[in-house]
Antibody
Framework: EVQLVESGGGLVQPGGSLRLSCAAS????????MHWVRQAPGKGLEYVSS????????NYGNSVKGRFTISRDNSKNTLYLQMDSLRVEDMAVYYC????????????WGQGTLVTVSS | QSALTQPASVSGSPGQSITISCTGT?????????VSWYQQHPGKTPKLIIY???NRPSGISNRFSGSKSGSTASLTISGLQAEDEADYYC???????????FGTGTKVTVL
């Protein structure tokens, strides 16, 4: 069974940093593009970032570009999101998602981890 | 990259059919057959229900169908059931610097 388990969320002050992790199991992690998607409280889904299987190409949403860094460790089957210069508007549940076999959609999703940005 | 436009809410009675629209531009929906749809029940994780405009993943009911015309994609739910009450989001691949964009989301209410 494919499983994605996020961790690392919590309370951080504006301007602070946090690193999220997503532990993958049940599939060959190194073969798949991986994504981060977020959802602010009571709001819709927002694309955050993607990384290709060998980590050489990354993409970011405009609102996080230059502040967030996606990475992966294929030896540990783990996806990461380093979040720096956090803002109140970054407060959200962060989901990791696998690229669907064949690409261009998100399936499955993890259960999410909540990031709270507040002073 | 602006979010794709969806109606805020759509409602229908059990057994009826409803359609949710997802309007983009020639940079996303209009240029790629990479539109997907997600169902999210309150407090739950999003679930893929349609990919590549009109394909259903294994295990998804055939009451869900997708289509596209120009820069507008659509999700139709036929034979509406109480369990279909949820939020629905479209997504498209884009040619912009941000490779994916989500829709604004639609709340489906079963009357």
């Amino acid at each position: 069974e494919v499983q994605l388990v996020e961790s690392g969320g919590g309370l951080v002050q504006p301007g602070g940093s946090l690193r999220l992790s997503c532990a993958a199991s049940g599939f060959t992690f190194s073969n798949y593009v991986m994504h981060w998607v977020r959802q602010a409280p009571g709001k819709g889904l927002e694309y955050v970032s993607s990384i290709l299987p060998n980590g050489d190409i990354t993409n970011y949403g405009n609102s996080v570009k230059g502040r967030f860094t996606i990475s992966r460790d294929n030896s540990k089957n783990t996806l990461y999101l380093q979040m720096d210069s956090l803002r109140v508007e970054d407060m959200a549940v962060y989901y990791c998602a696998r690229d669907k076999t064949g690409g261009f959609s998100f399936d499955p999703w993890g259960q999410g981890t909540l990031v709270t940005v507040s002073s | 990259q602006s979010a794709l436009t969806q109606p805020a809410s759509v409602s229908g009675s059990p057994g009826q059919s409803i359609t949710i629209s997802c309007t983009g531009t020639s940079s996303d929906v209009g240029n790629y057959n990479y539109v997907s749809w997600y169902q999210q029940h309150p407090g739950k994780t999003p679930k893929l229900i349609i990919y590549d405009v009109s394909n259903r993943p294994s295990g998804i009911s055939n009451r869900f169908s997708g289509s596209k015309s120009g820069s507008t994609a659509s999700l139709t739910i036929s034979g509406l059931q109480a369990e279909d009450e949820a939020d629905y989001y479209c997504n498209s691949y884009t040619s912009s610097s941000t490779p994916y964009v989500f829709g604004t989301g639609t709340k489906v209410t079963v009357l």
